[in-house]
Every structure is written in structure tokens, then in C-alpha cells.
């Protein structure tokens, strides 16, 4: 029986023909049945796809056999299920129904914080970015600190609706409305008072984060470091018996997973104020923000951020 897969990448390289890599990557997911979400840039690819097991690893290493891609990082998890036919007559593998399509596009960000001209990246990566701790060394990072009487600030570099449903203890979630707020928000003086604090960054896969790490350490933040390989990689590491407290928000058909059965669930719905870590899409067309709403609530009306959930 073949098997769902998803897989979350992404890696910061030169890329000279982006648009080159674009028609590729566009050729190979269609001759493997995949469907997803791919970015490419000048600063590298930023993907999620899905599909059959062995086709999301033909994927892969195909991916990787370019020079630029060498280093990707690679993160899986499971998909909801595969359609009953193939994705065309030039495949026999079986398209995942977690995304309802293939788009394959050049930007000028691989991930949108509107400060292209601010990254600096070689074959190394992000010029300039925070220190990478792996879910370890940010445990040990947190235990030292506190031993001397300080705290780690852990940074979310994330929409504060993925934030709603999963975060990290005692976790700063700026107000924004999307990535591309992030450098206003820096620059409004707002954070200033942590410059001289240790701060973890963390976002979904990492690469929020690396972007953020660099963006903070060009504003004067002194200890800056980055979760290597964000919630993801942390999940893998700890589960729910870690610093991590509820979801995590995923941008397919899953809409969030979680770790382990134990996970809590910390967010609550914007009809009712019934727990829940369900999430939806605002149904304001105008609008790209997503609200946690139970079962109950999304069964009997569509719901807007315009509303105001009941206090409880």
C-alpha cells in the first residue's frame, strides 16, 4: 500500500537562473505525481510537497543532486491520503489530497519579509544570522542561564495565529499580521530592552527564523540564536515532554499536528471560547488570516476576524 509523505525544505544558496530551476523543479514534481508549495529565489528554495513515498524520495535526491541544494534540509511527516488514480498518464504515482495543487514560482524572498536587499547569502548560507542550537543545546542553553539568575527569551518568528495554538513557555509573539511586518516591528524600539538578553528564535522548518536571527543581529540584538531546524526538529527531539506547549500550525490540508497524544491544547475557539486547536481560513475573502474555531462553531456559520469571540 503506497504511503502519504510530506516533505518540509528549504536552503539558502546562490541560485544564478532562478527561473532555470523553476521550470526543473516544475517538470520533476509532475513526473513524480507531487503536489505542494515551492519558492525559489536568488537566495535559494523553500518547498512543501507531497505525495507517494517513493516519489517524495526520487524527489529528494534528484533536489539535492544540484550543487546549490546540496545541504537542503530535509524534514518529513505524514500525509492525510492519496487519491484513488494518478495525478496524469505520465504517472503512475498517486497525488497526496493534503494540497489541492502544484505551484511552482520565483520571488524575490524564498521566505516574504520584504528585505530582500537586507539578506546577504553565500554558499554557506545567511550571512550575518543568530547562533543554530539543536533542541539540545537550547535545553542546556535555557538551564544555564537560569542557574545564574536569567532568562532565555524565546522569540516566535511566526503569524500570531500559528502562535495562538502552539508556542514555546514564556514566548514573545509580536503582533503582525504577516512576515513582512517583522522589520517594522524591529525597527519601532519595541524590543529594545531585550537587546542585551539571550534570545532563541524559532519558527515552523527554521527558516523564518534564520532570516529573523539576521535581521536582529543587524538591529544591535548582541545574543541572538536559532532553533536548527525550528518545531519541527524540536518535536522530533522532546515531543510534548519538552518546552513546547500545544499545535503546530501547517500551511496544507492538515492545518496543524501534533507531536504526541498528550499534546495540550492551549488555544480556545473564536465563536464559543470551547478549547480547541482546530483552524480555518477567515471567511473574508480580503483576508489571509486563520481563526481557531471548534467543530461545533464551523458547522453552524462562517466566522470573520471582524467578530468578536464571547469572554469567557
Not at 504515482?93 to 528585505?115: H, W
Not at 553565500?122 to 539568575?149: I, Y
Not at 516566535?156 to 509580536?174: H, K, L, S, T, Y
Not at 525597527?187 to 532563541?200: A, F, N, T, W
Amino acid at each position: 500500500m503506497p504511503i502519504p509523505k510530506i516533505l518540509l525544505y528549504y536552503v539558502f544558496a546562490p541560485v544564478p537562473d532562478p527561473e532555470a530551476v523553476r521550470l526543473w523543479q516544475r517538470d520533476l514534481c509532475e513526473s513524480l505525481g507531487l503536489r505542494g508549495r515551492i519558492l525559489i529565489s536568488t537566495q535559494g528554495i523553500n518547498g512543501t510537497v507531497g505525495g507517494e513515498l517513493d516519489a517524495v524520495k526520487r524527489y529528494l535526491r534528484k533536489t539535492r543532486e544540484y550543487s546549490p541544494f546540496r545541504e537542503l534540509d530535509a524534514k518529513w511527516s505524514e500525509g492525510t491520503a492519496l487519491d484513488d488514480a494518478p495525478a496524469s498518464r505520465h504517472t503512475p504515482y498517486r497525488p497526496i489530497t493534503d494540497f489541492p495543487r502544484l505551484s511552482v514560482k520565483v520571488r524575490d524572498e524564498i521566505v516574504s519579509f520584504g528585505a530582500p536587499g537586507e539578506l546577504r547569502v553565500d554558499q554557506h548560507g545567511v550571512v550575518g544570522g543568530g547562533a543554530r542550537l539543536s533542541p539540545q543545546q537550547v535545553h542546556e542553553l535555557v538551564d544555564e542561564r537560569r542557574a545564574v539568575g536569567e532568562e532565555v527569551v524565546f522569540f516566535d518568528g511566526r503569524n500570531p495565529f500559528e502562535a495562538e495554538i502552539g508556542r514555546f513557555e514564556n514566548a514573545v509573539v509580536p503582533e503582525v499580521a504577516s512576515t513582512r511586518d517583522f522589520v517594522a516591528e524591529l525597527d519601532s524600539g519595541r524590543y529594545d530592552h531585550l537587546k542585551s538578553q539571550p534570545i532563541v528564535t524559532y519558527c515552523t522548518g527554521g527558516i523564518r527564523c534564520e532570516v529573523l536571527s539576521s535581521l536582529m543581529v543587524a538591529r544591535g540584538f548582541e545574543r541572538v540564536f536559532q532553533l536548527d531546524g525550528g518545531i519541527v526538529r524540536y518535536g522530533e527531539a522532546f515531543g510534548d515532554a519538552g518546552l513546547w506547549h500545544g499545535s503546530l500550525a501547517v500551511f496544507d490540508g492538515r492545518e496543524s499536528v501534533t507531536f504526541t497524544a498528550d499534546a495540550e491544547v492551549i488555544s480556545h475557539c473564536f465563536g464559543c471560547g470551547t478549547p480547541t486547536p482546530r483552524l480555518q481560513n477567515c471567511a473574508d475573502p480580503a483576508c489571509r488570516s486563520r481563526l481557531v474555531v471548534c467543530e461545533a462553531c464551523a458547522a453552524a456559520r462562517e466566522m470573520t476576524c471582524a467578530e468578536h469571540a464571547p469572554q469567557e
